[in-house]
């Protein structure tokens, strides 16, 4: 019999471990639950979750050392941050840990199921073939970027990209010119199909990008923003 997909819940308020819990069930996910860091780090590391839930505010160690160890054992265990801040650093952070996306609490739970599921679903997928020879470089100027690589370098030094940033920049790149608004890129990079909720990741994610990117953020030339429409890669360098 196939083993159930785990989902392990790190967080402190019992009344939301039981709102998480009952409905992961539902959705057919076991679950394990930790109410503290240390607990939630132990469990993560020794029962191979397909996903961790993680609570940022957390007793004995928060949730940003948690997700930093835990990327420094090497593992990929994605990620899901769950947290009350509206602090946009908070979310920077966070996803700069290696945290693979975040939702706000309160949350709905159709989101948060929405999210669990397209999570666990890239994570376990296959990654594609490689691209031929002649299009696994992408050069822009001083910037290049290695798709077979999951590379980028402006200048020949290392962006040093989370595997977020460099899907959402290899993804933008390779449509050079195309405007995306902010539910497309949750469809196409973040993979939630039929997108609906908060798109504030993707703000994110494009506000960390750039600070890794451009020479100037506040005036970006690769990652631009078509006011009212979305994001798109400007080539002409």
Known sequence: MERKQRVLIVEDEKNIVDILRFNLQKEGYDTLEAYDGVAGLDLALAEHPDLILLDLMLPKRNGFEVCRALREQGRATPVLILTAREAEQDKILGLDLGADDYITKPFSIRELMARVKANIRRAAMTPPPEPP???????????????????????????????????????????????????ELMERVWNYERYVGDVRAVDVAIRRLREKL??????PRYILTRRGAGYYFQSDQ
């Open 133 to 183: 020879a002649a299009e696994e470089t992408l050069r822009f100027g001083r910037l290049e970027i290695h798709r077979g690589e999951g590379t980028a370098a402006k200048d020949g030094q290392d962006l040093e990209l989370t595997p977020r940033e460099f899907e959402l920049l290899a993804h933008l790149a390779g449509h050079a010119g195309r405007v995306f608004t902010r539910q």
């Open 214 to 219: 451009e020479d100037d953020p506040a005036q």
